[in-house]
């Protein structure tokens, strides 16, 4: 049994990971990533906790980039997995009774008025395949090629994902990403994109969406979609404001676009609500969904969209594992325990104290920490300098210092000068009052260093 608290032992990495880790750059790509940030090699995992190689147990706030929703382990789910493993593992898109159960579940958890007009295409299991299909299937159903995106979004490492991601470094790292995508400010108010003031201002990034849809000379054709990814979790865990969301659909159903949302991040509870733009009072034609639907990281990606969008021909958007039958499984169950146990409240009230210790300490480090946004369990505290700048290195010792203490956490946002918590959604009390002192420690720790450091006092 891992926890209830954590406990590092050596210091980081220690020996046994070190081994693993030089073994890992010596064969594996450049473009590894995680164990850059974060140097351990991780042997098992229970509920919130994470024990490395060197036996060091830490709580885990990245969570599989989230992909985790109750956590390692969770008895029940791991009951299902092995189940079904013993009975069926992959079947294409095959009709079985693991997809039917599952489908009814996840239909049953949409909003009623999208439930009966849903039509459900299960992709290849990643977040970009089904990002990928959603972009193909507007495409065919309007006849127009152009999507509109935003900045600061995030749709996954594939081809068009990429290209339709906000992340400017990595698109210039490959020539001639897919053509035809418009990228619009996202209200991102801590950091305008328009360089407006928050308290003045009346949403004007739906208002610069909706003139240049209107607009005659925008240089736009109609577009095929607009994808909005409505709280941007890689971007920073930014959260966009109500009013923003409600233009954006207001205009796209004014002239007709299909509006994808991408809930990859926020689906299936992470904000406190089954799906984010529930929290808007909003209904998307499209959906996307992956990470989290199969409650324990089986990979797992569907497509929920309007019937009146499904002109797709047999096999416009095959791939082999599309039918993971034991993801299937644990989805029907993890949707079970999230009714019976209450989970969505338990979100919505773990998300709350974590909101509230985090608010204290940005009064106490006021300006160092620059902003704490949050909905429900996704968590993000960005980091400024002393000119307001954002502040990488800042976040980067933030993340060192709490690994060292025993909290995982991860960056990200404009410039990585976010701090990002994507705790599994059974989170309980003690352990997130626990991962909230470490990460009180180690905010202090990195000012206390950075004030040291040559003339850069936060
Ligand atoms: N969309 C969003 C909003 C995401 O957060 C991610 C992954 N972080 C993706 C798409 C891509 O998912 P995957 O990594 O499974 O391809």
Redo the contacts with the bound molecule.
């Keep these: 049994m891992l926890g209830p608290v954590p406990g590092v032992r050596t210091a980081l990495p220690g020996p046994r990971s070190r081994q693993l880790l030089d073994r890992q750059a010596a064969r594996e790509s450049n473009a590894r990533s995680y164990p850059r940030r974060l140097p351990i090699a991780i042997k098992r995992g229970q509920g919130a906790f994470l024990q490395d190689e060197d036996d060091n147990v830490f709580i885990d706030f990245l969570n599989a980039?989230g992909a985790l929703a109750l956590g390692h382990g969770h008895a029940e789910l791991v009951a299902a997995v092995q189940r079904q493993v013993a009975e069926l593992t992959q079947a294409l898109d095959f009709p079985t009774a693991a997809k039917d159960e599952f489908t009814t579940k996840l239909l049953g958890i949409l909003p009623e008025g999208m439930r009966s007009r849903a039509r459900v295409h299960f992709c290849g299991p990643?977040?970009?395949?089904a990002?990928e299909a959603a972009v193909k299937l507007c495409k065919t159903a309007t006849g127009r090629g152009e999507i509109v995106a935003f900045q600061g979004g995030?749709?996954?490492?594939?081809h068009a994902?990429m290209a339709l991601s906000g992340e400017s470094a990595i698109r210039a790292s490959v020539p001639n990403v897919m053509p035809g995508v418009t990228f619009f400010p996202f209200a991102y108010c801590h950091r305008c994109p328009l360089g407006l003031r928050r308290d003045s201002c009346s949403t004007n990034c739906a208002d610069y969406l909706e003139r240049a849809l209107h607009d005659t000379h925008s240089g736009m054709t109609r577009p095929a979609a607009v994808l909005l990814?409505i709280v941007q979790?890689?971007g920073g865990t930014v959260v966009a404001p109500v009013d923003f969301v409600r233009r954006v659909r207001e205009v796209t159903t004014r002239l007709d676009i299909p509006l994808v949302v991408?809930e990859?991040?926020t689906g299936f509870g992470r904000t406190g609500r089954w799906f984010a733009f529930e929290h808007y009072g909003i209904e998307p034609d499209v959906v996307?969904l992956?990470?989290m639907m199969s409650g324990i990281g089986m990979p797992v990606?569907a497509v929920v969209y309007d019937e009146r969008l499904d002109v797709w021909r047999p096999g416009s958007h095959t791939g082999t594992f599309r039918g993971n039958q034991v993801a299937f499984a644990a989805g029907s169950t993890f949707i079970d325990v999230m009714c019976r146990d209450e989970i969505l409240a338990n979100v919505r009230l773990r998300g709350q104290q974590l909101a509230d210790r985090l608010d204290l300490l940005r009064r106490e480090h006021e300006g160092f920490i620059s902003d704490v946004r949050c909905l429900g369990l996704l968590v993000g505290v960005e980091l400024g300098r002393p000119d307001g700048g954002p502040w990488p290195e800042a976040a980067a010792l933030v993340r060192r210092e709490a690994l060292r203490r025993g909290l995982i956490l991860e960056t990200g946002g404009r410039h990585d000068g976010v701090v990002r918590m994507l705790p599994p959604l059974n989170l309980d009390e003690t352990t997130a009052d626990t991962a909230m002192d470490i990460f009180a420690q180690a905010v202090a720790a990195a000012g206390t260093a950075l004030r040291s450091g040559p003339g850069q006092a936060p």
């Design positions: 980039a990643t977040g970009a395949n990002v995030f749709h996954g490492m594939t994902a990814e979790g890689e991408d990859v991040q996307v992956s990470k990606a």
